[in-house]
């Protein structure tokens, strides 16, 4: 990948000049699907943007300087709020002149704390695409603009009010734009070479998970347009297409949408045309529920090798009163086996430590991986956000304390759960080693009662990232080098 020879001060060249209306700032060597889109819509509209990756440049502040930017841009998951304080305050501290400007799911979510907790001058709580193309235009007539007619905005007001405007219409795909993302292969050549390159053709869910951001975001944007959006089929092509010509290295396509499957009409279309126009295997989303023979087929034959489906708990109330999941364990086991039956691979997404959830249901949740054949078995640990349905239902059973807040989030949920639940390091146990109990049925049937061994934590964890090496290499076919390179890419972004 070249990712590791990082950007010395003064050696931009080419295409690199002063003056970016926004410069886009980020830690992790990822490509952030929002800030390719962003960036896409700012060029159309004759906006220049650059993005600068903390961890790719010997001296990020000095990146800044050469760009000279009119605005920095921040895209943040709300697990990375503490470094989002720490990053605005250290290059306000620099450049307290340039407007900081927030966005992404976190200020969709929580606009007033960052502006509580930050020095950013504005966060964007809609669809950015048309709101930063206001904010650019008012930031151009002036350095002190007046915010209050901007929808999609937060700001704080003269007397240091927080001022929260309404939302913005939310964004819809438009055909004369294919989305591309020379904003990354400009500066950072390494990661316009992506060997798995990311790519979404929705936006929005058709369920409403309690425990997910869909069934926040759901509500909140009433009324501001269709929530559920799909790029056409042939403007999808057309932008993997672009993109597999400029880099011949790609080996699997990733669709990372929420739902992938869930327009059967759309899917048959678009997986014609991939095959006969793309032809690489491709890893995407779906849900037990709505999987049967026709589209495990239309799938296999599309060249999807991995399907990745939400099993969340073992436990049938727990997954349905609790995560409002709507699954039943049949559909799990069917599912499982549909997808088997064409040789597509499975990765299930479990939670554990999850509200009302005990040992029981725990190995539960391991027992239905097994029974549903589901070759490569994923966990987090549950980590509610503030403001979400399943969090006021944890505070009511006094599972999080009077201090959790955005701050204590841990930056991942594979390793410690901040909940207080009874028998947690039995669970969390049982977290670390899902990946192989489910792949090795005997060995759990023979060995499950190691989960009380508490001195045994630091092995079981280990077990999990080798679990975790394991699924990343054959989700993707890759070979061992091009694993572990992939993974010591995306270790601090996953
Ligand atoms: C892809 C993805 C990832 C990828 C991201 C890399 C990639 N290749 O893109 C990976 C695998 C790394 C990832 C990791 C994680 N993810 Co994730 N991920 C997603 C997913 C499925 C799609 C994101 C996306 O591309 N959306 C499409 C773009 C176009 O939308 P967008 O990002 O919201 O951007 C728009 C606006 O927000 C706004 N905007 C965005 N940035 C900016 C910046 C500015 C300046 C402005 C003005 C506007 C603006 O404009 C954009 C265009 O309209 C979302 C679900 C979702 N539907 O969003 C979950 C999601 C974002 N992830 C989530 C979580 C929890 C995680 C993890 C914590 C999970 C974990 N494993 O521990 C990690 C944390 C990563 C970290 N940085 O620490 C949650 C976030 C919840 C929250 N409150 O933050 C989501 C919402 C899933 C969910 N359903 O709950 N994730
Ligand atoms: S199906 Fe998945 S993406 Fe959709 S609401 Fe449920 S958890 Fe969220």
């Known amino acids: 990948m070249g990712l590791k020879k990082k950007v010395r001060p003064g050696s931009l060249k080419g295409n690199w000049s002063m003056n970016d209306d926004i410069v886009f700032y980020q830690s992790s060597p990822i490509i952030n699907l929002g800030v390719v889109s962003l960036s896409t819509h700012l060029k159309q509209a004759g906006f220049k943007s650059s993005v600068i990756i903390e961890s790719l440049e010997r001296d990020p502040i000095q990146a800044i300087r050469e760009l000279n930017p009119r605005s920095i841009g921040f895209s943040v998951f709300s697990v990375e709020h503490s470094n989002l304080i720490r ?29 509580k907790d930050t020095l950013a001058t504005l966060v964007c709580h809609s669809d950015g695409e048309a709101v930063l193309v206001n904010i650019l235009k008012k930031l151009i007539k002036s350095s002190t603009p007046d915010w209050s007619s901007v929808e999609g905005v937060a700001y704080k007001d003269a007397s240091g009010r927080i001022q929260v405007n309404e939302r913005a219409l939310l964004f819809q795909y438009r055909d004369d734009v294919v989305e591309e993302r020379t904003i990354y292969s400009e500066r950072y050549p390494g990661l316009g070479k992506d060997e798995e ?25 009433q009324e501001k347009g269709q929530f559920l ?29 929420d739902l992938f499957t869930f327009n059967g009409e759309w899917l048959t279309r678009f997986l014609l045309e991939y095959k006969a126009k793309i032809n ?9 529920n709505e999987m049967n023979e026709g589209t495990a087929e239309k799938l296999a034959k599309g060249g ?39 040789n597509i691979r499975v990765r299930s997404t479990n939670m554990f430590c999850l509200p009302d959830e005990t040992v029981k249901d725990a190995l539960r ?35 999080v304390g009077d201090n ?18 009874p028998d947690k390091q039995k669970i969390v146990n049982i977290h670390y080693l899902c990946f192989f109990f489910v792949r090795y049925p005997w060995a759990y049937r023979a060995f499950k009662q190691i989960i009380y061994i508490q001195c045994l934590k630091s092995l079981f964890y280990f077990s999990y990232i080798l679990g975790n090496i394991i699924r990343h290499k054959e989700e993707r076919g890759f070979g061992w080098v091009a694993t572990i390179k992939f993974v010591l890419r995306v270790r601090n972004a996953v």
């Open 229 to 257: 959006r799909q790029k056409s089929v042939g403007n999808l092509i057309n932008e993997i297409s672009a993109y597999v010509k400029k880099n011949n290295n790609v080996k699997i396509v990733s669709f990372v949408d």
């Open 304 to 342: 999807c090798r991995t399907v990745i489906i939400g099993v969340e708990s073992g436990n049938e109330d727990i997954r349905n009163r609790v995560l409002e999941k709507r699954i039943t364990d049949e559909q799990v086991i069917r599912c499982g086996k549909i997808l088997r039956k064409f």
């Open 87 to 115: 990053a605005v305050k250290r290059i306000h501290s620099v450049f307290p002149d340039i407007p900081i400007i927030v966005g992404g799911t976190h200020a969709i979510l929580y606009p007033e704390k960052i502006l």
């Open 365 to 399: 949740t391991v027992e239905l991986n097994i029974e549903a054949e589901i070759p490569l078995a994923f966990s987090a640990l549950f980590m509610p956000f503030p403001d979400t349905k399943i969090f006021e239902y944890c505070k009511e059973k006094q599972l």
């Open 280 to 288: 690489i295997p491709f890893i995407c989303t779906s849900r037990a």
């Open 197 to 221: 390159p990311p790519f979404i053709a929705t936006r929005g869910c058709p369920y409403s998970c309690s425990f997910c951001y869909n069934s926040y975001l759901r509500k909140v944007v």
């Open 404 to 421: 959790y807040s955005l701050e204590n989030l841990p930056r991942s949920c594979f390793k410690t759960s901040i909940l207080r639940v």
